[in-house]
């Protein structure tokens, strides 16, 4: 199985705390936050920033400065708004939840996406928020 980050220069993960719900989360990159935030010119992105999953949590981004950036700060909904049928588990293709429904489709969409992702024609880094592969999240 290919990984579809394999060929970006990722720094080391590392964690922090998220300031809301108290819970570990890994660093992001420089360039998922730069296309996750909106008008990213207008803020001090100069620092690591982590990603908080927790749909429960209104927070997107945290920096270890007291920075949190939140579903308002984003350039399009995420994750943390949707239903469960909703939610998005490839950013890079479009897929839902509700999309791999059965064993057939999820098959089916995980061979199409491990296709594109060998012909490195996903973009993780810029598409998914968390800034990591969804391969993982498809079982």
């Known amino acids: 199985m290919s990984d579809c980050c394999n060929n970006e220069v990722v720094k080391p993960a590392k964690t922090a705390i998220c300031p809301v719900n108290g819970q570990a989360y890994k ?13 990213p010119w207008q803020r001090n992105l100069n620092q690591d ?5 927790d749909p429960d949590c209104n927070v997107i981004y945290f920096s270890n400065q007291g920075d949190v950036l939140a579903s308002d ?20 293709f479009d897929v839902s939840i509700a999309d791999i429904s ?38």
């Open 27 to 39: 660093s992001v990159t420089q360039k998922t936050l730069l296309h996750q935030v909106s008008q």
């Open 49 to 53: 920033y982590y990603y908080c999953s």
């Open 73 to 92: 700060d984003m350039r399009q909904s995420h994750s943390h708004e949707s239903s469960d049928a909703e939610l998005t588990v490839c950013y890079c």
């Open 102 to 139: 059965s064993e057939a489709a999820k098959n089916r969409i995980r061979n199409y996406i491990i296709e594109q992702t060998k012909k490195q024609l996903c973009e993780c880094s810029v598409r998914n928020p968390s800034g990591s592969c969804c391969l993982k999240d498809i079982k």
